[in-house]
C-alpha cells in the first residue's frame, strides 16, 4: 500500500483503478445494480469533454437535439442485426402510470431506430439533406456486473446521427467524427490511440463499417475507446425511407452514427496514473493548481490570496482548511491528480518566493512571487504535453510485429499489449485465434500501408497487419 | 389563419402553440406515447438555459454530478408522502438483460431518495456538510396526453440537491435557488412572475413548504414555472441519516430540492407569441439577426457578408438560400421569433445603408452601414427589457383584488387572471372552491404584507391575500 493507500498500480491495476475512484471521489457504487453514481469531481470531467467536444461539433455544423428515452420494441425489431445485437442487453419497461403498457417499451441502448423514425417524418426531397445531429444523453444497456466508467449498465454519452444525400458525404463525417474523437483524446485528455476499423465479426450491429480509436491501458489491455459507423442504406431500408433527389427519384439516405461516452473518463484515470493516485493533464483537470498555504503559518495566507489572485486565468483552488496536516493535504491532492501545487510556509513568505510541486514528473522548484504566473502557464502546457508522449510512448513500445503464431502466444502470454499481424480476414480463423490466446482483432489501422504477407495463424495471404490485443 | 398559417394568438392559443412549435421546429410529437422530441432550435433554448443557470449555480458552490436513472422501489417507499405522491406516475422497469429483475426499478420521477441514500454515505460528522449537489437529467411522470413542453412523460430538468446542518442554512438555498430562477426568466427569458409559498394541499409530497413562481400566461391560465422545496429532516429521518455535530451528537441533516424543466420553454414560447409566430427575447434567441439579401440582387450579398463580419459579438445567421422569395423568407424568420431581421437589396447598396425590422414591435428603419453594429446591439438590449415590461405590464393588469366570492366567480368566468384574495387556509375550503370557481390556491407572495381580513368564501379570519387561478 502505498501513501494513500492504493493498491499498486503496477501490479494491482484493476484493485488500484477501484480505489482511486473512490478515494478521489471520482464516483461510488450506486444501490442499483450495475450502475454508478458519478460525483462532482467526476462530473467536472465528464463537462470539460462536453465543452470541449460541443465547441468542435457545432463548427462544423452539427446541431444538439435530444430524443425519447423509451423506443418502442416494433422500431428496434426493424432492423435485423440491430436488434440481434442488442436484445440481451435491454431494460424493459412494462408497466406506466399504474396500468400494464399495451406494447413494452425498451429504455434506449442507442437511437438509431428512433431519431431515423422522426428523419424520414421530416424530409421529403434532396433539400432536406444532410440531417446533422447530434445529442448527450443516458442509454442502458444491461450489465452483471460493474466495472465503474468502463461498464456499467447506465452510461453517458453522446451519439451523432446524420443522414446525407450519398455515400461519399456520409463517410466524410464518419471520418470527420473520428477526427473529433482523436483531438478529444490527444489534445485535451493527452492520450494516445489508434484509428481502424473493426473486424465484421467486432463491427456495430447494424453498420456497414465501425471505425474504433483503441487505447492501450498500462497491463496492456486496449480500450474501445469510441466509435464512428458508416451505417450505408441499412436504417433507411429498414424504415422504408426515401427523399426526392435532383431527378425526382426516390431515393434511400445515407447513414453514420457515432459514440463517446463516460467510458473516456475510464481511460483517463487508468493511462496516466501511479502508486500516488490520478495523474490529470491540464486542460481536463477540474483544478489546474492547488494552492497550500502551509497550516499554522499566517504569514502565509496573505501570500496564498495574492498568488491565487494572479491565476485567474487558470482553475486554482486555495486550500484554508485548518483541520489538516500539510502532509495529509499533500497526500490529497496527489490522489486527486491535480497538475501543479504550490507551497507556501514563513520561510517563502520571507525570501518572496514559493515552491511550485509538478505531479507528473514529482519535481519541485522554488519560484519568485512575480514569475509564478508565468511558470504556471509554462508548466502547465509542459505537463499537457508530457503525459499525451508519455502515453504515445508506452503505447508504441508495447506494440510487437509478430510474424509467427508461436511468438503471437508467447507475446499474448508475458508482454501483451498490441501485436501487429497479418490476418486473412475470415472469420473463422479470427474465432480460433481469440479460443487459443484470447486475442480479439483489435482493429486495421487506418493508414496501414499494403504489404503483402500471410495470417499469422492460418498462412492464407493477407494484405495488411491488423492489430490483436486483449479486450477491455 | 395568419401569413404563417398559425391558429389566432388571441382566440385559439392552444392550437396556435401546437401550431408555432411545430412549425418553428422546435419539437415535433414522439412515436412514444405521451413523449416529444426536442429539435436542434428548441434544444438550443435549453442550452441557453443550461448555460445562464450553471454559471450562477457554480458561482454558489453548488457541484453538478449524476445519479442513476432507476430506483429501487424500496427506496421510493422509505417516504411515504412522497411515494403517495409519485406512485401513480411511475414508469416501472420489470426485465433487464433478459431476465425478469428481483426488485422492480422506477424510472426516477425525482431523485430525493436515491440522492440522500449517497449523502448518507458520504457524510458522517457536521464537516461534511453541506452537501451542494445539482443534476441535469431526464426524468419520467407518465402523462396520458402530451402537451409539447408543458406536460410529456420524459421531460429535461435541473434538480439541485443540498444537505445542512441547521435548517436556518437549508432555508437559505430555498430562497437562493428561487431568487436564481427570478433572475433566469426575467432577464434570459424575459418573463416576469410572482414567487410565492404553495398551500398545504399543492405542495411537494415530502416537502415541509414549497415556494413556486407563477407565471401568468395569455388565456389567463396560471403556469407553475418551478419550484424550491424546504424538505425539513423528513427524508433524513426516513433514510435514518444522521451526522455528528460540533458536539458529538447524532443529528438529521436538514435538505432542500429545487428544479426547473424545459417546462420554462413552454412559458416562453406562449408568453411572448403573435398571430405571426414566436417573440424571442435577444438574450435566449438562438439566433440574434438573420440577415436577408434580397434573393437576386446580387450586389446585396457582398454587403450581407460585410454585415455579417462587423456583428460577430451576436449570433447571427445569414439567409443564402436562393430557392426561396424575400417575403417567404420574411415569414420564416419571424415564425421563428428572431429579434432583428437586416433586410438588404440593390438600392441599399447604393445608399450604403440597410433596412432593420424589430420583430417585437413591427417596426422598420434605415440604418447607416457603419451604424449597424451600434443600433444592434442597443435594439437587442431594448427589445429585451422591452418583452419583459410586456410581460409584467400584461400580469399587473390581470391580477385583481377581490373581496366577495361572487366577484370572484365571475371573475373566474370572464377575466381569468390572477385573484388576489384573503383565505382562511382551510384545506376543505381550498378544495370548494376549486368544485365552485376551477380556481386553484397558486400561491402566498414571499412579498405578501400582512392585512387582517376575512376568508373570501366561508368568511373566517385571514391574515393574508393568496393569488388563486386556474392552473395549467
Avoid at 425489431?77 to 399504474?98: D, Q, R, S, Y
Avoid at 451523432?160 to 470527420?176: F, K, N, P, R
Wanted: aromatic share 10%.
Amino acid at each position: 500500500m502505498a501513501k494513500n493507500q492504493l493498491h499498486s498500480f503496477q501490479n494491482e491495476l484493476s484493485e488500484w483503478y477501484n480505489d482511486v475512484i473512490l478515494k478521489a471521489e471520482l464516483a461510488d457504487y450506486a444501490p442499483v445494480k450495475g450502475c454508478m453514481v458519478i460525483r462532482p469531481y467526476g462530473y467536472a470531467i465528464w463537462e470539460g469533454i462536453q465543452n470541449f467536444m460541443n465547441t468542435l461539433i457545432k463548427e462544423h455544423g452539427v446541431q444538439n437535439a435530444y430524443f425519447p428515452l423509451f423506443i418502442p420494441m416494433h422500431f428496434l425489431n426493424k432492423e435485423k442485426e440491430h436488434v440481434e445485437g442488442f436484445a440481451p442487453e435491454l431494460a424493459i419497461v412494462t408497466h406506466g402510470g399504474g396500468e400494464k403498457l399495451p406494447e413494452e417499451l425498451a429504455v434506449r441502448p442507442t437511437s438509431e431506430t428512433i431519431m431515423y423514425e422522426m428523419y424520414s417524418k421530416w424530409t421529403k426531397s434532396w433539400r432536406d439533406l444532410p440531417v446533422l445531429i447530434n445529442q448527450w444523453c443516458n442509454v442502458v444497456r444491461w450489465e452483471k456486473r460493474t466495472y465503474m466508467f468502463l461498464r456499467t449498465s447506465e452510461f453517458l454519452w453522446q451519439e451523432g446521427h446524420c443522414a446525407h444525400l450519398t455515400h461519399q458525404e456520409s463517410l466524410d463525417i464518419v471520418l470527420w467524427a473520428m477526427n473529433l474523437y482523436q483531438q478529444t483524446y490527444n489534445q485535451l485528455l493527452g492520450l494516445y490511440g489508434i484509428a481502424g476499423y473493426k473486424s465484421n465479426t467486432e463491427k456495430f450491429a447494424g453498420a456497414g463499417k465501425s471505425i474504433t480509436f483503441e487505447m492501450l491501458m498500462p497491463n496492456g489491455k486496449s480500450l474501445q475507446s469510441c466509435t464512428s459507423h458508416d451505417l450505408g442504406q441499412n436504417f433507411s431500408k429498414s424504415f422504408n425511407w426515401t427523399v426526392q433527389d435532383q431527378n425526382g427519384q426516390n431515393v434511400y439516405p445515407w447513414q453514420n452514427s457515432w459514440g463517446l461516452s463516460t467510458r473516456s473518463i475510464g481511460g483517463l484515470i487508468m493511462a496516466h496514473g501511479d502508486d500516488n493516485g490520478l495523474k490529470l493533464p491540464p486542460n481536463i483537470a477540474p483544478i489546474q493548481v492547488v494552492i497550500v498555504p502551509i497550516p499554522g503559518h499566517q504569514d502565509a495566507l496573505e501570500l496564498a490570496k495574492k498568488i491565487k489572485d494572479t491565476l485567474s486565468l487558470f482553475r486554482v483552488e486555495l486550500d484554508l482548511d485548518d483541520t489538516q496536516t500539510a502532509g495529509f493535504k499533500f497526500n490529497k491532492w496527489e490522489l486527486k491528480g491535480v497538475p501543479l501545487r504550490i507551497e507556501i510556509g514563513s520561510r517563502d513568505v520571507a525570501s518572496n518566493s514559493v515552491v511550485i510541486y509538478r505531479r507528473d514528473t514529482g519535481e519541485k522548484m522554488t519560484v519568485a512571487v512575480a514569475e509564478v504566473a508565468t511558470n504556471v502557464q509554462s508548466l502547465l502546457a509542459n505537463i499537457q504535453a508530457n503525459l499525451f508522449e508519455n502515453h504515445k510512448k508506452f503505447t508504441q513500445d508495447h506494440t510487437l510485429k509478430i510474424d509467427n503464431y508461436d511468438q503471437f502466444k508467447q507475446a499474448m502470454d508475458t508482454t501483451r499489449g498490441f501485436l501487429s499481424a497479418h490476418w486473412c480476414e475470415d472469420p473463422e480463423c479470427e474465432a480460433a485465434i481469440k479460443t487459443e490466446t484470447k486475442a480479439t482483432t483489435r482493429c486495421l489501422p487506418l493508414d496501414a500501408k499494403e504489404e503483402s504477407g500471410t495470417c499469422v495463424r492460418c498462412g492464407k495471404p493477407s494484405t495488411h497487419r491488423w492489430l490483436f490485443g486483449l479486450s477491455y
